[in-house]
C-alpha cells in the first residue's frame, strides 16, 4: 500500500528533468515517525519521479515505455522493485544480463545497425 506522503526527494533546492525548476524545493514533509514509513516513501518519490520522467520522454517524442529491465543492487530488492512496478505500471523482466555495461554496449549495436554503420 502506499504511504501517501508525496515526497520529492531531491539533494537540493533545483530540479532539471522531469521538471525543470531551477528553484523547486524538495518536498520531505510531513516526516512519520515510523523510520520505515519515512523510508518507504522517499522510495515511492524516488519511483514517482521516474515515472514523470518517462512520461515526459513519451511527451518529447520518445517511444512509451513498455516495460523495465533493471541490474545492480536495487533491482536485487523485491520492495523497492514491487514499488518501482506500481508507479511504473509496466512489467519489469528478467535483465539479458547482470552487467550493466551489457546493456548500454547493446544499445549502441543497436543504434549502429539502425544508423547503417553495421
Given at each position: ?33 515510523d523510520d520505515a514509513d519515512y523510508l518507504k516513501g522517499l522510495l515511492e518519490g524516488i519511483a ?66 539502425e544508423a547503417g554503420l553495421l
Open positions: 500500500t502506499e504511504t501517501g506522503l508525496e515526497y520529492y526527494p531531491l539533494p537540493a533546492v533545483g530540479e532539471r528533468f522531469p521538471i525543470a525548476d531551477p528553484a523547486l524545493p524538495p518536498r520531505l514533509t510531513p516526516r512519520p515517525a514517482e519521479i521516474e515515472a514523470l520522467g518517462y512520461r515526459r520522454l513519451s511527451e518529447l517524442g520518445a517511444p512509451r515505455l513498455t516495460s523495465v529491465r533493471s541490474v545492480g543492487g536495487g533491482a536485487a530488492n523485491a520492495a523497492w522493485t514491487a514499488i518501482r512496478q506500481r508507479k511504473l505500471g509496466v512489467d519489469f523482466l528478467p535483465a539479458l544480463s547482470d552487467e550493466a555495461a551489457a546493456g548500454t554496449a547493446r544499445l549502441a549495436l543497436m543504434g549502429a545497425i
